[in-house]
């Protein structure tokens, strides 16, 4: 009776002599480099009547060796040995060198396609459409299961809580795939309610991401009303799908973060926005109201003046009314002496009659001059007050000319041909351009 680990043994043994040194030719699926350096990948012969394929190995040393790039359906020729993996009980190829053997059938019909559509000019860049800077809500096509789609929506909350997102499910490996894709495609484009739109999916190998490099697929994307952004597999994954698209992303989260902006960076540049546009409204305003308070107080001089001049006005009437009352009580009491008098003397009495009368009349006399002198000066004084009044000199013909800023204008030098002036006449204002300037000799 075997033990597990003795058949497992034997097995090996036999394989080891019998199979020590193989050369293998096969098309190259799920290529990958693990970070110790070792690279793991299988053999597959799909032109067999039933399909093959080997699993392989080839650790650091041998593949340090290799001197291309290995990619997903190439088809290469894998020299090793064959060995059992004792710890799953596989049968695995260990590759001591490779080489090229051709490109493979699944990677010559991505580049045949390749080649009708970029000729078609499906791939020119007069295609491609920019994003949306400030999209309102963004679409996503994938499936719902996939973890690209947790590194979509996760991406976009992180960097845009605000963008709605909608997403189109869609399976993106399989048979039923390109179909999926297709339709979900089309119906994003026919309800117009998203801005960018995402077709994405994570890494694999080439027959895993196969769906993308459909042809009906590609040409949705190219044909899609909303612009797309690719993000399918990882950086080195390159699909057709990436050609077609507006803007491809190298991963999933890449092609979130292409496709809305960080709020935080919006919100900031919107705040030094706000405050260059308050600082400039801020001096605006200062300059506006230091404009209008030297207006205000151009305009407010005359009706000062004018006020005071009133002022004295009213003074010097209440004076003159004044003066003649007083002097004629000063004469009622002397006329009451004089009376104290007559009963006394009556030749005194006549005297002093003669004596009031005469006073009486140098009183009138002087109180006429005096009022006359004081009315010619009240009238010198308003003639002056008037002349100095600016609407005066305005109708007779002269006119305020000022410059756009409002400085009054006092020199021939102040202006050129073609400034704009304005002339304040009597009635109005008057806004001119200035055709020439003639200097006085």
């Known amino acids: 009776m ?47 009547l039933e399909p093959a394929l080997v699993r392989c190995a080839m650790f650091r040393r041998a593949a340090a060796m290799v001197d291309f790039q290995p990619r997903d359906g190439m088809l290469v020729e894998v020299r090793g040995r064959l060995a059992l993996y004792n710890a799953r009980g596989d049968l695995q190829l260990v590759a001591e060198s490779m080489r090229p053997a051709g490109q493979g059938a699944l990677y010559e019909q991505f580049l045949r396609l390749k080649a009708k559509l970029e000729a078609e000019g499906l791939f020119e860049p007069e295609r491609k459409r920019p994003l949306v800077r400030h999209p309102r809500a963004v679409g996503v096509v994938t499936s719902l299961k996939a ?56 890494g694999g190998s080439l027959e895993d991401l196969w769906a993308f490099n459909d042809e009906a697929v590609v040409r949705a994307i190219a044909h899609s009303p909303v612009p797309v952004v690719c993000g399918v597999g990882h950086e080195t994954d390159v699909t057709i799908a990436d050609f077609a698209a507006d803007l ?40 506006e109201g230091q404009r ?108 305020l000319l000022t410059d756009a800023e409002g400085a009054p204008i006092t020199s021939t030098g102040a202006v050129h041909p073609g400034d704009t002036v304005r002339a304040v006449l009597h009635d109005g204002a008057l806004v001119t351009e200035v055709q020439r300037s003639e200097p006085s000799a």
């Open 2 to 48: 075997w033990s597990v680990a003795a058949l497992l043994n034997a097995v090996a043994d036999t394989l080891q002599a019998r199979f020590a040194n193989v050369t293998v030719q096969g098309e190259l699926s799920g290529f990958s480099r693990a970070p110790s350096g070792h690279c793991y990948f299988s053999l597959k012969d799909d032109r067999a």
């Open 147 to 202: 973890a690209a789609l947790h590194d979509v929506l996760t991406a976009l909350q992180r960097r845009a809580p605000q963008v709605r997102v909608v997403v189109y499910p869609a399976s993106v490996q399989g048979a039923e795939a390109p179909a999926e894709l297709q339709r979900a495609i089309h119906l994003a484009g026919e309800r117009r309610e998203v801005d960018t739109l995402i077709v994405c999916r994570g």
């Open 248 to 287: 491809r992303a190298p991963t999933p989260t890449a092609a979130a973060e292409l496709a809305a902006p960080v709020r935080d960076e919006c919100l900031a540049v919107l705040q030094g926005l706000y405050n260059c546009l308050q600082r400039c409204v801020d001096r605006k305003l200062e300059r």
């Open 292 to 399: 209008l308070d030297q207006t205000t107080m151009r305009l407010a001089r005359p009706a000062q003046v004018l006020a005071q001049r009133h002022r004295e006005l009213d003074r010097l009437q209440q004076r003159w009314a004044a003066a003649p009352r007083q002097r004629l009580q000063l004469a009622r009491q002397r006329e009451l002496h004089l009376g104290e008098r007559l009963l006394r003397s009556t030749q005194r009495l006549s005297s002093a009659r003669q004596r009031e009368q005469h006073l009486a009349e140098r009183l009138q006399r002087s109180t006429h001059v005096r009022l006359d002198a004081q009315a010619a000066r009240l009238e010198a004084l308003a003639a002056r007050l008037e002349s100095a009044n600016p609407r005066q000199v305005l109708q007779r013909g002269y006119a």
